[in-house]
């Protein structure tokens, strides 16, 4: 019984969140170029995750009544999209905002910036997967460990990849175009119910 629990929490997590993933790889890179930077969004993106699994457990009976979770999540992704195509997340004039993007080091201030950037890309990106993980739990409430350990080791495997991925998707030209497309398409697939 263990095993099925976690099993469902990791599957339920690497289903959930395979889009985001795809989606996440290219704002990360949009956002960062150094290693540290990376880092610091996936902290981000976990503290993102955290958060959104403990409200899934403590609201999941309510999560899962909520209406048009489409449509909001839909338009909050279709937002970020916008912010990138328009620079809302970073600040003009460009060439100095290239200087510090491509700096080798990243300050403690640009850290705690990406952790943050991480943070709403996967708070708004993760919206539609609650429902699933509340789903799992509603399941399971007598003994949500497992599941929360398999969401956990799920979590880690795709921060990993986003981080690993998100360096070769440096080198791709057309970063920002691909970035914004993907978003829309995203939002435009969640308004439709597809995903």
Same mark, same amino acid.
């Given at each position: 019984?263990?095993?099925?629990?976690?099993?469902?929490?990791?599957?339920?997590?690497?289903?959930?969140?395979?889009?985001?993933?795809?989606?996440?790889?290219? +704002?990360?890179?949009?956002?960062?170029?150094?290693?540290?930077?990376?880092?610091?969004?996936?902290?981000?993106?976990?503290?993102?995750?955290?958060?959104?699994?403990?409200?899934?457990?403590?609201?999941?009976?309510?999560?899962?009544?909520?209406?048009?979770?489409?449509?909001?999540?839909?338009?909050?992704?279709?937002?970020?999209?916008?912010? +990138?195509?328009?620079?809302?997340?970073?600040?003009?004039?460009?060439?100095?905002?290239?200087?510090?993007?491509?700096?080798?080091?990243?300050?403690?201030?640009?850290?705690?910036?990406?952790?943050?950037?991480?943070?709403?890309?996967?708070?708004?990106?993760?919206?539609?997967?609650?429902?699933?993980?509340?789903?799992?739990?509603?399941?399971?409430?007598?003994?949500?460990?497992?599941?929360?350990?398999?969401?956990?080791?799920?979590?880690?495997?795709?921060?990993?990849?986003? +981080?690993?991925?998100?360096?070769?998707?440096?080198?791709?030209?057309?970063?920002?175009?691909?970035?914004?497309?993907?978003?829309?398409?995203?939002?435009?697939?969640?308004?439709?119910?597809?995903?």
């Amino acid at each position: 019984m263990w095993l099925k629990y976690f099993f469902s929490g990791f599957f339920v997590k690497i289903l959930a969140g395979f889009d985001d993933t795809m989606i996440r790889i290219p +704002i990360m890179t949009h956002m960062t170029k150094t290693k540290k930077g990376r880092y610091a969004f996936a902290i981000g993106i976990f503290i993102a995750i955290v958060l959104v699994m403990i409200f899934a457990f403590l609201f999941a009976s309510v999560i899962k009544a909520i209406p048009y979770s489409n449509y909001i999540s839909a338009g909050l992704i279709f937002l970020l999209a916008m912010s +990138i195509q328009f620079n809302l997340f970073i600040q003009k004039p460009k060439k100095k905002v290239r200087e510090k993007l491509y700096a080798k080091r990243v300050s403690v201030e640009r850290f705690f910036k990406l952790i943050g950037f991480g943070f709403i890309t996967a708070f708004i990106t993760i919206i539609d997967d609650t429902i699933a993980y509340s789903g799992v739990f509603l399941n399971t409430l007598a003994s949500p460990l497992p599941v929360i350990i398999g969401i956990f080791l799920g979590t880690i495997l795709q921060l990993y990849v986003i +981080i690993y991925l998100s360096g070769k998707f440096a080198k791709l030209k057309y970063k920002k175009e691909i970035t914004v497309f993907g978003l829309v398409l995203l939002s435009l697939l969640l308004a439709l119910r597809v995903l």
